[in-house]
């Protein structure tokens, strides 16, 4: 008798676990969540180009900057801050427009040349440094200051428009020093308003991103566009930004100094090789170029380099794939861009590809699934990613049959909560 009421006991044990194991493992599978999907990505670019990267001198320090762009995508010898010369000229330009603005077309005020604008004059002229001529009580219009700076490098009108928008040389470098730091340019540092002392020194990085804001300004652009043939009293200015016009140059402060070697900094555009392809706009600059023959051999090869790299290349292809996700029970789909992102062939080069995907089990077709983006030294390119088929839930035979993956997945589910 007692061995019949154990093994009663123990069937009807092994019947409550057999009766509780279906009425919690069906609706524990059935019900519960699914497992992950496994995911992969693509480690390489699709396409990654091979055209010529710009050519940029040994000597000195160079970079280059695209159109629309904000960081200089190559650079090239120092990356230290060296002598700008008559590139802290344009400093000054813009730093006396934030306090005196002048619009495209207008004079702006007239300035009485005084004493100590005069004694500049002669003063710089007996240095054999770059002046234009004034005399006392001429009267010189903001723009004329502005024509005889930026055209002729006038050191003497540098000091004069610094007086005339600050008060004196000294308040313009604490303003300077101010607007530079707005701008984020902390790799240039002006010690002067004219360039001559060694001390006003810069990065070739933020000269580059000087030349877009040169061009930015109204007043600068349109004298730098159309150059007058003379100034007060039909005064002659030569104009000194002048460079390679034939190869697509336009430029913005070319001189020289003994501690700062020939420096240069310019715009220039060169056609694309496409029929209807936007052109190649940039800006470069060299500093601390040994000689002017150096200078013209080194601004020639990055100018046939900009030619060869003029094209335009995919760097994110609309349609795709950058991942595929796997479901444990067989169902496959692919992560695809919806973004087409290109970038110049010269400027995509040491790009750097990083897509994301998030976890999934099942999705809808479409559904967006993680990013693509890739990295060039001029910026990052960037394109959400979605699916290009659903997967869906596989039905209750493999969720009742896969007990491993569902309890994994359940377990993990409650843990996570």
Not at 33 to 42: C, G, I, K, N, R
Not at 73 to 83: I, K, M, N, R, Y
Not at 136 to 160: F, V, Y
Request: charged residues 15%.
């Amino acid at each position: 008798m007692a061995k019949f009421r154990v093994g009663r006991f123990l069937g009807v044990l092994a019947g409550t676990v057999a009766i509780l194991a279906v009425g919690v493992y069906a609706p524990a599978t059935l019900l519960g969540p699914l497992p992950a999907a496994s995911a992969t990505t693509v480690s390489e670019l699709p396409g990654q180009t091979d055209a010529a990267a710009p050519v940029l001198a040994a000597d000195g320090a160079s970079a280059v900057i695209l159109a629309g762009d904000t960081t200089p995508f190559a650079q090239g010898g120092s990356t230290e801050a060296l002598p700008l010369a008559s590139i802290a000229k344009l400093v000054t330009a813009l730093v006396v427009l934030d306090a005196k603005p002048l619009a495209a077309g207008e004079s702006g005020e007239a300035h009485t040349i005084g004493t100590p604008d005069y004694q500049d004059y002669i003063d710089y002229s007996g240095g054999g440094a770059r002046t234009v001529v004034v005399f006392p009580k001429e009267q010189w219009t903001q723009r004329e200051m502005l024509q005889a700076l930026i055209l002729g490098s006038s050191n003497n009108h540098a000091d004069t428009l610094a007086r005339w928008a600050y008060g004196s040389v000294d308040d313009y470098l604490t303003a300077a020093s101010a607007w530079l730091g707005a701008q984020g340019l902390d790799g240039i540092t002006v010690a002067d308003a004219t360039g001559l002392s060694p001390d006003s020194r810069g990065t070739a990085a933020d000269v580059t991103r000087l030349a877009a804001l040169v061009q930015a300004e109204p007043a600068i652009a349109e004298i730098l566009a159309n150059p007058p043939s003379a100034l007060v009293n039909n005064r002659g200015v030569s104009n000194t930004t002048a460079y390679l016009a034939e190869e697509g140059i336009t430029g913005i402060s070319r001189s020289y100094t003994d501690e700062a070697g020939v420096c240069l900094l310019f715009t220039a555009s060169v056609p694309a090789p496409e029929p209807d392809g936007e052109p190649l706009a940039f800006s470069a600059v060299f500093l601390g170029s040994p000689d002017y023959d150096t200078l013209e051999s080194d601004v020639r090869a990055l100018m046939e380099s900009a030619v060869a790299g003029a094209g335009t290349v995919p760097l994110i292809a609309q349609g795709e794939r950058y991942g595929e996700f796997t479901a444990p029970w067989g169902a496959t789909a692919s992560a695809v861009a919806i973004t087409a992102q290109s970038r110049r062939a010269w400027a995509a080069q040491d790009a750097s590809l990083l897509v994301e995907l998030d976890e999934l089990s099942t999705a809808q077709l479409g559904r967006i699934v993680g990013s693509v983006s890739v990295s060039t030294p001029g910026g990052e390119h960037r394109s959400r990613l979605e699916l290009d088929r659903a997967i869906t839930d596989p039905g209750p035979a493999w969720r009742l049959l896969n007990p491993v993956p569902m309890i994994t997945a359940l377990l993990a589910s409650v843990q996570g909560s």
